[in-house]
Nanobody
Framework: QVQVVESGGGLVHDGGSLRLSCAAS????????MGWYRQAPGEERELVAV???????DYADSVKGRFTASRDFAKNTLYLQMNSLKPEDTAVYYC????????????????WGQGTLVTVSS
């Protein structure tokens, strides 16, 4: 069973930077897409960035030019470098990993982490 654990959240001032990490463990053989999502208080969860196994990356318009997602396949880790942070970036950030049925015996499933809180003060 695949598990993902986020780290790196915290409190930062407006304009500051943070780097989030998401470590995947367990059987990661068939993990394809990994991504970052966030949920602000009273809001729905939204996509921040997603990276396919071929490293094609998509970003939410609100973070383009400020956030950079990357993957280290050797470490099974996903990163999110967040620069020029704004108060509206305040949210719980969740890591997501998608397992495909790439080999016999593997089922399609989506795995979520517990989230890490990012607070940007004005």
């Amino acid at each position: 069973q695949v598990q993902v654990v986020e780290s790196g959240g915290g409190l930062v001032h407006d304009g500051g930077s943070l780097r989030l990490s998401c470590a995947a463990s367990g059987d990661t053989t068939c993990i394809s897409t990994m991504g970052w999502y966030r949920q602000a208080p009273g809001e729905e969860r939204e996509l921040v960035a997603v990276i396919a196994r071929g490293l094609d990356t998509d970003y939410a318009d609100s973070v383009k030019g400020r956030f950079t997602a990357s993957r280290d396949f050797a470490k099974n880790t996903l990163y999110l470098q967040m620069n020029s942070l704004k108060p509206e970036d305040t949210a719980v950030y969740y890591c997501n990993a998608v397992q495909t049925s790439c080999l016999r015996g593997y089922k399609y499933l989506t795995v979520w982490g517990q989230g890490t809180l990012v607070t940007v003060s004005s």
